[in-house]
Protein backbone atom coordinates (compact mmCIF):
# COMPACT_ATOMS: atom_id res chain seq x y z
CA UNK A 1 0.00 0.00 0.00
CA UNK A 2 1.33 3.00 -0.85
CA UNK A 3 0.91 6.58 0.96
CA UNK A 4 0.85 10.22 -0.30
CA UNK A 5 3.91 12.41 0.28
CA UNK A 6 1.66 14.44 1.83
CA UNK A 7 0.49 11.86 4.40
CA UNK A 8 4.17 10.70 4.90
CA UNK A 9 4.76 14.48 6.01
CA UNK A 10 1.83 14.23 8.80
CA UNK A 11 4.11 11.96 10.71
CA UNK A 12 5.96 13.90 13.69
CA UNK A 13 9.44 11.59 13.66
CA UNK A 14 12.21 13.11 15.61
CA UNK A 15 14.82 11.91 17.88
CA UNK A 16 14.66 11.56 21.52
CA UNK A 17 17.52 10.59 24.16
CA UNK A 18 15.94 7.90 26.49
CA UNK A 19 16.33 9.90 29.72
CA UNK A 20 14.09 6.27 32.01
CA UNK A 21 14.18 2.95 31.48
CA UNK A 22 12.37 0.45 33.36
CA UNK A 23 10.69 -3.16 32.91
CA UNK A 24 6.68 -3.07 33.22
CA UNK A 25 5.94 -5.13 36.54
CA UNK A 26 4.20 -7.95 35.09
CA UNK A 27 5.06 -8.19 31.83
CA UNK A 28 7.73 -10.45 29.91
CA UNK A 29 8.64 -8.64 27.59
CA UNK A 30 7.48 -4.60 28.11
CA UNK A 31 9.63 -1.69 28.94
CA UNK A 32 8.67 1.79 29.78
CA UNK A 33 10.45 4.11 28.09
CA UNK A 34 10.37 8.17 29.19
CA UNK A 35 12.11 10.31 26.09
CA UNK A 36 13.69 13.69 26.43
CA UNK A 37 12.42 15.23 22.85
CA UNK A 38 14.53 18.64 23.92
CA UNK A 39 10.89 20.91 24.38
CA UNK A 40 9.32 17.95 25.97
CA UNK A 41 9.18 14.48 27.61
CA UNK A 42 6.92 11.40 26.11
CA UNK A 43 6.94 7.92 27.62
CA UNK A 44 6.44 4.45 25.43
CA UNK A 45 5.67 1.15 25.78
CA UNK A 46 8.09 -1.44 23.74
CA UNK A 47 8.28 -4.66 23.54
CA UNK A 48 11.90 -4.94 23.79
CA UNK A 49 13.25 -6.68 26.75
CA UNK A 50 13.92 -9.51 24.70
CA UNK A 51 16.94 -7.87 22.71
CA UNK A 52 17.46 -5.10 25.39
CA UNK A 53 18.23 -4.24 29.14
CA UNK A 54 16.42 -1.09 30.18
CA UNK A 55 19.60 0.47 31.66
CA UNK A 56 21.14 -0.37 28.37
CA UNK A 57 18.87 2.62 26.36
CA UNK A 58 19.51 4.98 29.12
CA UNK A 59 21.17 7.82 26.96
CA UNK A 60 20.78 6.39 24.10
CA UNK A 61 19.14 8.54 21.02
CA UNK A 62 16.88 6.68 19.41
CA UNK A 63 13.85 7.44 16.40
CA UNK A 64 10.58 7.79 17.82
CA UNK A 65 7.00 9.11 15.93
CA UNK A 66 5.22 11.45 18.57
CA UNK A 67 1.95 11.87 16.41
CA UNK A 68 0.36 7.99 17.05
CA UNK A 69 -2.82 7.76 19.17
CA UNK A 70 -1.92 7.46 23.09
CA UNK A 71 -2.86 3.44 23.96
CA UNK A 72 -2.88 2.19 27.43
CA UNK A 73 -0.35 -1.31 27.51
CA UNK A 74 -0.62 -2.48 30.96
CA UNK A 75 -1.83 0.07 32.49
CA UNK A 76 1.16 2.53 31.09
CA UNK A 77 0.13 5.15 28.76
CA UNK A 78 2.11 4.77 25.65
CA UNK A 79 2.48 8.63 24.00
CA UNK A 80 4.86 7.70 21.50
CA UNK A 81 6.27 4.60 19.84
CA UNK A 82 10.39 3.82 19.33
CA UNK A 83 11.41 2.84 15.99
CA UNK A 84 12.93 -0.92 15.34
CA UNK A 85 14.07 -2.99 12.86
CA UNK A 86 13.70 -6.75 12.58
CA UNK A 87 15.31 -9.01 10.48
CA UNK A 88 14.27 -12.46 8.60
CA UNK A 89 15.49 -13.95 12.30
CA UNK A 90 13.82 -12.31 14.46
CA UNK A 91 16.32 -10.29 15.51
CA UNK A 92 15.51 -6.60 17.11
CA UNK A 93 17.25 -2.96 17.21
CA UNK A 94 16.10 -0.20 17.78
CA UNK A 95 16.68 3.00 15.32
CA UNK A 96 19.24 5.36 16.30
CA UNK A 97 21.11 8.61 14.13
CA UNK A 98 24.47 7.69 12.87
CA UNK A 99 26.06 10.90 13.95
CA UNK A 100 25.49 13.16 17.59
CA UNK A 101 22.06 14.70 16.51
CA UNK A 102 20.16 16.96 19.37
CA UNK A 103 16.95 15.33 20.80
CA UNK A 104 14.04 16.73 18.82
CA UNK A 105 15.35 16.91 15.83
CA UNK A 106 12.93 16.05 12.74
CA UNK A 107 13.63 13.33 10.27
CA UNK A 108 12.32 14.06 7.28
Known sequence: ???????????DIRIGKVIEANQIPGS???IRILADFG???????????????PQDLINKKCVFILNLQK???MGVESQCMILAAEDE???????????????GSRVH
Not at 1 to 11: C, G
Not at 39 to 52: C, F, M, N, S
Open 1 to 11: MEISFEEFQRL
Open 28 to 30: KNL
Open 39 to 53: TEKKQAVAGLLQWYK
Open 71 to 73: RKI
Open 89 to 103: KGNVVVLSPEKEVLE
